[in-house]
């Protein structure tokens, strides 16, 4: 069992043709430096989308517009702080610069595990800051340049999760956040008027730097192997029991902004390998 992070190649690249797909358009991406919103830039370069990444991770996230280019897709980093309102407009006003925002996947996640009763209310903030009011904001600013466009269309997307569905002891504020985001794509799509909607995708583990720094950790303190810990612990009620790569879920935002996705309005892209049927 691989439980390292795979990397991107243009295999592994869902290509969609659609008449939107091309450099004028713009995808905002969050969380561009690592994981799921690193895969989610590369693959929307590839389909020739001009993708404006944003993380706060300057380092990593010049690595994913290099992952970009490779691919022959185009892709400006503007270094954003997700808890910062300035950082938030000053983001959405660069990539208006690059061309007609017509795509955003709202990525960007962090986890803290405590219970209710222990939990940092500090950290509380912080996740909510990050995962649900940067999301929020970030599309009150871009649904208006979405409005513009000349068919007056866009599109924006959440990574949710299986804790968007069922919720996880421990975890209570990562599954707060993530049944807001379905609540968030069902309120822009209610109003959008069939020409503004939104989505979230949901996922169980993904072989993400935030899941796989769990699994030492979680083999020392169980006594077991680390591939134990991903198949018994991590997927044990999922009847997959490797977790999902990260392009696997970039593809998933590629085909819900693509054509072949235009009933997708307000909807959850479930992709848990039957974890929430198991539950």
Not at 14 to 34: A, K, R, S, Y
Not at 87 to 109: H, L, P, S, T
Not at 176 to 189: C, E, N, P
Not at 198 to 222: D, M, W, Y
Request: hydrophobic share 40%; aromatic share 6%; proline share 4%.
């Amino acid at each position: 069992m691989d439980i390292s992070e795979p990397k991107i190649t243009r295999d592994k690249v869902l290509f969609l043709d659609d008449e939107h797909f091309n450099p004028e358009n713009v995808c905002i991406v969050t969380g561009c430096g690592t994981g799921i919103g690193r895969a989610t830039a590369v693959a929307a370069a590839a389909n020739k989308l001009t993708v404006v990444g944003l993380d706060i991770n300057e380092e990593e996230g010049n690595k994913t517009v290099e992952m970009a280019k490779e691919m022959g897709g185009n892709m400006v980093l503007v270094k954003t702080d997700l808890t910062r309102d300035e950082d938030i407009e000053n983001a959405v006003a660069e990539a208006a610069k690059q061309g007609k925002i017509r795509y955003m996947a709202n990525i960007a996640g962090i986890q803290h595990i405590d219970p209710v009763d222990k939990f940092p209310m500090e950290k509380y903030d912080l996740m909510q800051r990050i995962m649900l009011r940067a999301p929020f904001y970030l599309s009150k600013l871009a649904i208006p340049h979405m409005k513009q466009n000349s068919d007056g269309c866009g599109i924006i997307a959440h990574m949710a999760s299986v804790h968007a569905h069922i919720t996880t002891m421990k975890k209570p504020v990562y599954n707060i956040t993530k049944f807001g985001l379905r609540a968030l794509a069902q309120s822009i799509s209610a109003e959008g008027e069939g020409k503004i909607r939104s989505f979230t995708i949901s996922t169980g583990f993904v072989k993400t730097p935030l899941a796989l720094n769990q699994i030492p950790a979680q083999a020392e303190q169980r006594g077991i192997s680390q591939e134990a810990v991903v198949r018994d612990v991590m997927m044990g009620a999922s009847r997959i029991k490797e977790m999902m790569s990260p392009i696997e879920v970039g593809n998933l935002f590629v085909f819900g902004f693509s054509r072949f996705s235009n009933y997708l309005v307000g909807g959850d892209m479930l992709f848990d390998g039957g974890m929430v049927l198991t539950y």
